[in-house]
């Protein structure tokens, strides 16, 4: 099981921290990918990080405001959401899955609930 915390209320130019945490099973071997799904719109993919040497993707409209980073001690895949717009209100999903990193839905087998996250002007 996935749980995604860490969302909420945050200003313009504000911060959150997203955090994955896995229970039943290690996320070592998994690529852990956040996804988000605005209002109105497609869930689209946001940044995954590999299993092993940590490398990472990241959709262009977050490059340089997104850090997306694991502690394996902790079992746990966190987002580091830095200089918040308002478009990037959304709920966002991580989602556990073997394969090379990548922003496909379909390549992810296991999804957290969702945690929201609004960005007020």
């Known amino acids: 099981q996935l749980q995604a915390s860490g969302g909420g209320l945050v200003q313009l130019g504000g911060s959150l921290r997203l955090s994955c945490a896995a229970s039943?099973?290690?996320?070592?071997?998994?690529?852990i990918g956040w996804f988000r799904r605005a209002p109105g719109k497609e869930r689209e993919g946001v940044s995954c990080?590999?299993?092993?040497?940590?490398?990472?993707l990241y959709t262009g409209s977050v490059k340089g405001r997104f850090t997306i980073s694991r502690d394996n001690a902790k079992n746990t895949v966190y987002l580091q959401m830095n200089n918040l717009k308002p478009e990037d209100t959304a709920v966002y999903y991580c989602?556990?899955?073997?394969?090379?990193?990548?922003?496909?839905?379909?390549?992810?087998?296991?999804w957290g609930q969702g945690t929201q996250v609004t960005v007020s002007s």
């Open positions: 039943g099973f290690t996320l070592d071997y998994y690529t």
């Open positions: 990080i590999a299993n092993a040497a940590g490398s990472t």
């Open positions: 989602a556990a899955g073997v394969t090379i990193p990548s922003m496909v839905e379909g390549r992810y087998d296991y």
